[in-house]
């Protein structure tokens, strides 16, 4: 029978708790009161305070959730996950597309050309007589570029210094299109024929080189001037009349600062690998920003949901200015950067709320911004309280001193049962799982790993060990997303099933009970960290179900660093328990791609299969929506198929509201909130009222 805990309160407990909300706001009851005040203020309550107050800088939680409130992206997602309109009102997304003319015959019987205009003529030959296959509303333009001198640094390498060297860059052929399109260059052969990159010869390039130093300067010259180049641009639209809280106008070189705000080296930006595939930030007047890409990589247009930062107030000058003021002198003012500005607890922004104040392990004090350019949020002020202690966080909320809660599992179900209250249930984009090391030799094979999963019972753990809170999930991707493949279903529990398969394999049962073949015990080890109960009990679990049909797990608790150090990062270990908090682009390249299972690297289970290379790569350079969502749910199922990891659950996330909050809508009348579709309730917080009575939905 499922049990629950109840929260039980010792009287020292609640009267301190009591006595704290008491002397920071009244009791529901009396909110109405001394003019209503408090139906204007929004209060959340957190066990942490923010770190820095910097979209370009944060990188934890409760900064990213004061962020959200006072900057603007250019783009963000909307309530069902698809990209929106920010700071920038449009945007179009088009690809210049770059091809290096090797001259010479193509081979196959194809003809020749000597020059670049004859390949250019070809080209366009072949694609007006159907003889490549391009679509007709994706070629704009086709121009020759003139040959070119480049400097390219060929790296130091040993003993051997950087060499700077001048090169002579052939001739090359600029393609306009219309949309990126990865498939570009392969729709060309028919003309350019097989092998047309290998006809390169980089040592005509420049003046001859000692042996040693001709590869070094040929791989040089490669990365720089590719035979085959994707430039994808986005043409960004921004939004006019828009200004930040101190009434400054914003407009195309603030969106062109951030981005060098960002690549500086001094800042320590944690954005930086977010936008380094980007070659070129240009404004174009003062409301349109064009951004060109080094290559393919379509995850990257979500970079530009980071809040637009204003240049007027953290450029050189006004760093300059600040270091003035506060008497930095000497090197000091040689590193000062973003890092060191006051602006970091004292922001400026183009967002809903206007900063107001910061008292530190206390409180975050923001204030509603009446010129937003998205109108103006309803409620007055938003607070954002740090209370740690999980059980004061309670009280204060059944007091009314905060008006969300983010209960625990076990507490879930009595708030649900409470007319006062509303519960609102997500599942997160995460997930938690069982990880083998599939370079150890008995974990190799995926037959194996599969009959593991079937001999636990995932459903019990979902409903004892996270009392219900949580959901299945089969792959890779957050359920949430549209890249999940809903058509995968979870591994059967069936200990007798997995039995059979592992007895095929020529395992079978010794005179002790364990499974045994060749002489060796079925035998490895299950670890993870200390201080995740969840994990915890999943060992013993997991132990337990395999030992029902003569698997014999060992498990082991590590403090996180020791974890990390000795055994994940090397590769060091047979299988783990882990989970991952995952984004909502289908980009998976860092967690299953081969060349990312080296030590340190995040693919530690070493899983390697080269139809899911090609499917992982193809759909971070993919720019169609529907063609990256077929390829992402091909490579859901294929890593299924294979069971690196046993997928265990996705947990559930509860946040528990007032009742009487409820959401304004465009005619005036009154609705129940809703979150997105990614579980996000304050994604229409600025349509948000406190009602100074139930409603009667």
Same mark, same amino acid.
């Given at each position: 029978?499922?049990?629950?805990?109840?929260?039980?309160?010792?009287?020292?407990?609640?009267?301190?708790?009591?006595?704290?909300?008491?002397?920071?706001?009244?009791?529901?009851?009396?909110?109405?009161?001394?003019?209503?005040?408090?139906?204007?203020?929004?209060?959340?309550?957190?066990?942490?305070?923010?770190?820095?107050?910097?979209?370009?800088?944060?990188?934890?939680?409760?900064?990213?959730?004061?962020?959200?409130?006072?900057?603007?992206?250019?783009?963000?997602?909307?309530?069902?996950?698809?990209?929106?309109?920010?700071?920038?009102?449009?945007?179009?997304?088009?690809?210049?597309?770059?091809?290096?003319?090797?001259?010479?015959?193509?081979?196959?019987?194809?003809?020749?050309?000597?020059?670049?205009?004859?390949?250019?003529?070809?080209?366009?030959?072949?694609?007006?007589?159907?003889?490549?296959?391009?679509?007709?509303?994706?070629?704009?333009?086709?121009?020759?570029?003139?040959?070119?001198?480049?400097?390219?640094?060929?790296?130091?390498?040993?003993?051997?210094?950087?060499?700077?060297?001048?090169?002579?860059?052939?001739?090359?052929?600029?393609?306009?299109?219309?949309?990126?399109?990865?498939?570009?260059?392969?729709?060309?052969?028919?003309?350019?024929?097989?092998?047309?990159?290998?006809?390169?010869?980089?040592?005509?390039?420049?003046?001859?080189?000692?042996?040693?130093?001709?590869?070094?300067?040929?791989?040089?010259?490669?990365?720089?001037?590719?035979?085959? @180049?994707?430039?994808?641009?986005? =043409?960004?639209? +921004? *939004? #006019?009349?828009?200004?930040?809280? /101190? %009434?400054?106008?914003?407009?195309?070189?603030?969106?062109?600062?951030?981005?060098?705000?960002?690549?500086?080296?001094?800042?320590?930006?944690?954005?930086?690998?977010?936008?380094?595939?980007?070659?070129?930030?240009?404004?174009?007047?003062?409301?349109?920003?064009?951004?060109?890409?080094?290559?393919?990589?379509?995850?990257?247009?979500?970079?530009?949901?980071?809040?637009?930062?204003?240049?007027?107030?953290?450029?050189?000058?006004?760093?300059?200015?600040?270091?003035?003021?506060?008497?930095?002198?000497?090197?000091?003012?040689?590193?000062?950067?973003?890092?060191?500005?006051?602006?970091?607890?004292?922001?400026?922004?183009?967002?809903?709320?206007?900063?107001? @104040?910061?008292?530190?392990?206390? =409180?975050?004090? +923001? *204030? #509603?911004?009446?010129?937003?350019? /998205? %109108?103006?949020?309803?409620?007055?002020?938003?607070?954002?309280?740090?209370?740690?202690?999980?059980?004061?966080?309670?009280?204060?909320?059944?007091?009314?001193?905060?008006?969300?809660?983010?209960?625990?599992?076990?507490?879930?179900?009595?708030?649900?049962?409470?007319?006062?209250?509303?519960?609102?249930?997500?599942?997160?984009?995460?997930?938690?799982?069982?990880?083998?090391?599939?370079?150890?030799?008995?974990?190799?094979?995926?037959?194996?790993?599969?009959?593991?999963?079937?001999?636990?019972?995932?459903?019990?753990?979902?409903?004892?060990?996270?009392?219900?809170?949580?959901e299945r999930v089969t792959g890779p991707y957050p359920k949430t997303t549209a890249w999940y493949a809903e058509d995968v279903t979870p591994l059967p529990y069936d200990p007798p099933g997995a039995l059979r398969v592992l007895e095929r394999l020529g395992w079978q049962r010794n005179a002790d009970g364990w499974l045994e073949k060749d002489g060796r015990v079925f035998e490895f080890n299950l670890i993870t960290n200390n201080g995740n109960q969840s994990r915890r009990a999943i060992l013993s679990i997991a132990q337990d179900a395999w030992k029902r049909i003569g698997v014999k797990c060992n498990t082991q608790v590590f403090e996180w660093a020791v974890f990390l150090k000795d055994f994940v990062n090397p590769g060091d270990f047979d299988a783990v328990v882990l989970g991952?908090?995952?984004?909502?682009?289908?980009?998976?390249?860092?967690?299953?791609?081969?060349?990312?299972?080296?030590?340190?690297?995040?693919?530690?289970?070493?899983?390697?299969?080269?139809?899911?290379?090609?499917?992982?790569?193809?759909?971070?350079?993919?720019?169609?929506?529907?063609?990256?969502?077929?390829?992402?749910?091909?490579?859901?199922?294929?890593?299924?198929?294979?069971?690196?990891?046993?997928?265990?659950?996705?947990?559930?996330?509860?946040?528990?509201?007032?009742?009487?909050?409820?959401?304004?809508?465009?005619?005036?009348?009154?609705?129940?909130?809703?979150?997105?579709?990614?579980?996000?309730?304050?994604?229409?917080?600025?349509?948000?009222?406190?009602?100074?009575?139930?409603?009667?939905?």
């Open positions: 029978m499922r049990t629950k805990r109840l929260l039980i309160l010792t009287p020292l407990a609640l009267i301190a708790a009591l006595l704290q909300s008491y002397y920071w706001v009244p009791t529901y009851e009396d909110q109405a009161g001394a003019g209503g005040q408090r139906l204007h203020k929004f209060i959340e309550a957190s066990s942490g305070d923010a770190k820095i107050l910097n979209p370009a800088l944060n990188a934890d939680t409760a900064s990213s959730r004061i962020v959200d409130r006072l900057f603007d992206g250019l783009l963000d997602l909307d309530e069902n996950l698809a990209l929106r309109p920010r700071l920038a009102s449009a945007w179009e997304i088009t690809e210049q597309a770059y091809l290096l003319a090797v001259p010479g015959a193509p081979g196959d019987g194809a003809p020749a050309w000597d020059d670049a205009q004859t390949l250019a003529d070809e080209l366009e030959r072949a694609i007006r007589t159907g003889e490549i296959e391009v679509p007709p509303d994706l070629l704009r333009e086709v121009e020759v570029l003139a040959p070119h001198t480049r400097r390219v640094e060929v790296p130091a390498s040993g003993e051997t210094p950087a060499l700077p060297l001048e090169v002579r860059v052939p001739a090359r052929l600029r393609f306009s299109l219309a949309r990126v399109d990865q498939d570009f260059f392969t729709r060309l052969a028919p003309v350019l024929g097989e092998g047309y990159a290998e006809r390169v010869d980089y040592g005509a390039w420049h003046e001859p080189l000692a042996p040693g130093a001709r590869a070094a300067a040929s791989a040089a010259i490669a990365a720089e001037v590719p035979v085959f @180049e994707h430039n994808p641009e986005i =043409l960004f639209e +921004l *939004r #006019r009349g828009v200004r930040f809280h /101190d %009434g400054h106008e914003f407009d195309s070189g603030d969106v062109a600062f951030t981005y060098r705000a960002i690549m500086a080296p001094r800042n320590l930006s944690p954005r930086t690998s977010d936008f380094e595939p980007i070659k070129q930030v240009e404004p174009l007047g003062p409301y349109r920003v064009r951004v060109v890409y080094k290559r393919l990589f379509s995850p990257a247009i979500m970079a530009w949901a980071m809040g637009i930062l204003p240049e007027h107030l953290l450029n050189e000058a006004a760093l300059a200015t600040e270091m003035d003021a506060r008497g930095i002198v000497g090197e000091a003012r040689e590193s000062f950067g973003l890092r060191d500005s006051n602006f970091n607890r004292a922001p400026v922004g183009t967002g809903a709320f206007r900063f107001v @104040e910061w008292q530190s392990d206390e =409180l975050i004090h +923001l *204030r #509603r911004n009446p010129d937003y350019w /998205d %109108g103006p949020p309803l409620y007055a002020e938003y607070f954002y309280r740090i209370i740690p202690d999980a059980l004061t966080r309670e009280v204060e909320f059944r007091t009314g001193a905060v008006d969300s809660y983010t209960p625990e599992p076990y507490q879930v179900a009595r708030y649900s049962e409470d007319r006062r209250y509303r519960a609102f249930s997500s599942i997160r984009t995460g997930y938690t799982y069982i990880g083998y090391n599939t370079r150890r030799a008995l974990l190799a094979d995926p037959r194996v790993r599969r009959a593991l999963g079937m001999a636990i019972d995932v459903e019990q753990i979902i409903d004892y060990l996270i009392y219900g809170e949580g991952w908090s995952m984004g909502v682009d289908p980009d998976l390249y860092q967690l299953w791609h081969s060349s990312q299972s080296g030590p340190n690297q995040l693919n530690f289970v070493g899983y390697r299969n080269a139809r899911a290379d090609l499917l992982i790569e193809r759909i971070r350079r993919e720019y169609d929506h529907a063609r990256q969502v077929e390829a992402a749910r091909q490579l859901h199922r294929l890593i299924a198929e294979d069971q690196p990891y046993t997928f265990l659950y996705a947990p559930r996330t509860t946040q528990i509201m007032d009742r009487k909050i409820v959401m304004v809508a465009e005619d005036g009348s009154f609705e129940p909130l809703r979150a997105t579709r990614s579980g996000d309730l304050l994604y229409f917080l600025n349509r948000w009222r406190k009602l100074d009575h139930e409603p009667d939905f």
